[in-house]
């Protein structure tokens, strides 16, 4: 997971060095097309900052579990431990749902009509 989100975090960091860049700007399509990627990357850069720091949370809290020579901070740290082993199985889900490429056709508008079947007044209430 860790190395599909460094994989991710390169391409993040290579169009945000394109967007500022003269000619891409003067490229307004091209500009716009980086533009809306940079924004998609920019949300999974924010969960992937989360789910690394609850698992950095998660290996401090376990050496000082494992040091023991403070009951208080090893209280805190079990603490500690549960909430990250709680909220990394559903931040990993999250991440996954994120990494799913994305349809095309999402981003476009769609109009439903929506009419009245056969049987007069009373089929064309809801």
């Given at each position: ?7 991710v ?20 399509k091209?500009y ?25 949370n998660k290996?401090?809290?376990?050496e ?10 090893t209280?805190?740290a079990?603490?500690?431990l ?11 889900e ?15 508008n769609?109009?439903?009509?929506i ?6 007044d009373?089929a064309?209430?809801?």
């Amino acid at each position: 997971m860790i190395e599909k989100l460094n994989i991710v975090k390169q391409r993040f960091d290579e169009v945000n060095d394109l967007i500022i860049q003269p000619s891409v700007i003067a490229d307004q399509k091209r500009y716009i097309e980086l533009n809306k990627e940079y924004k998609e990357l920019k949300k999974l850069m924010e969960v992937r900052a989360e789910y690394l720091s609850l698992i950095e949370n998660k290996k401090e809290a376990e050496e000082i579990i494992a040091d023991g020579s403070d009951p208080e901070m090893t209280d805190m740290a079990k603490m500690q431990l549960e909430e990250a082993k709680e909220k990394i199985p559903g931040m990993e889900e999250k991440i996954r749902m994120m990494l799913v490429p994305k349809d095309p056709e999402d981003a476009k508008n769609v109009v439903m009509e929506i009419r009245a079947g056969t049987g007069g007044d009373e089929a064309s209430i809801f």
